[in-house]
């Protein structure tokens, strides 16, 4: 039989181990998985993108989360990256037609994400150079400000909503001159 003593030496030693391990696991976890950029991750996703498709922005919008977009012709695609302990990853892209009526901005909508996590986004292009503002606002009443992402090819936004949107075309969608006066208006009619 093991004295006091010696059994609380054992329970001290076995404590020391399991924080050994743990803190092990989380180095080594840190090491391999976390190091990881959100540029390292797009990289590695490229398999991931449909052939012909060019890469035109990545952009950070959150501490663990970061847009990409692609083009093909016309057409704007985007992609969602996650990051967790383990480092960044591919969580979801949208393909599809821009509405692209009437002129000065084309946008389209999707919910991307996976394992419960949903991330509900308008994006597209703006072709109007006199657009520096764009809002959507939500058939729920949700007003949400665009950001506007300048490239060498094209002007870009983009706007998180917090909740999914059926149907989408039922957002008001509106583009604002530098004096604040509305350039271009997407708005179906409400009952």
């Not at 990853?89 to 000065?104: M, R």
């Not at 006199?130 to 950001?147: C, H, M, S, Y």
């Amino acid at each position: 039989m093991l004295s006091d003593s010696d059994s609380r030496m054992f329970r001290k030693k076995g404590k020391f181990k399991k924080i050994v391990a743990i803190l092990t696991i989380v180095i080594m976890t840190a090491v391999l998985g976390g190091c990881n950029s959100l540029d390292d991750a797009v990289a590695k996703a490229k398999p991931l993108i449909p052939k012909g498709y060019d890469l035109v922005k990545v952009e950070q919008v959150s501490d663990n989360s970061g847009i990409v977009f692609y083009t093909f012709e016309e057409e704007l695609s985007t992609g969602i990256f996650t990051k967790n302990s383990f480092g960044w990853k591919w969580t979801g892209s949208a393909v599809g037609k821009l509405v692209t009526y009437p002129d000065g901005l084309q946008w389209r909508y999707a919910d991307l994400g996976e394992d419960g996590t949903q991330y509900s986004v308008y994006y597209g292009k703006i072709t109007n150079k006199d657009i520096v503002r764009v809002t959507v606002t939500t058939i729920g009443g949700e007003k949400v400000q665009g950001k506007i992402v300048n490239t060498d090819q094209l002007r870009l936004w983009y706007a998180f909503v917090s909740k999914p949107q059926v149907p989408s075309v039922s957002a008001d969608i509106t583009g604002y001159s530098a004096e604040g006066k509305v350039i271009y208006l997407f708005s179906q009619p409400k009952q």
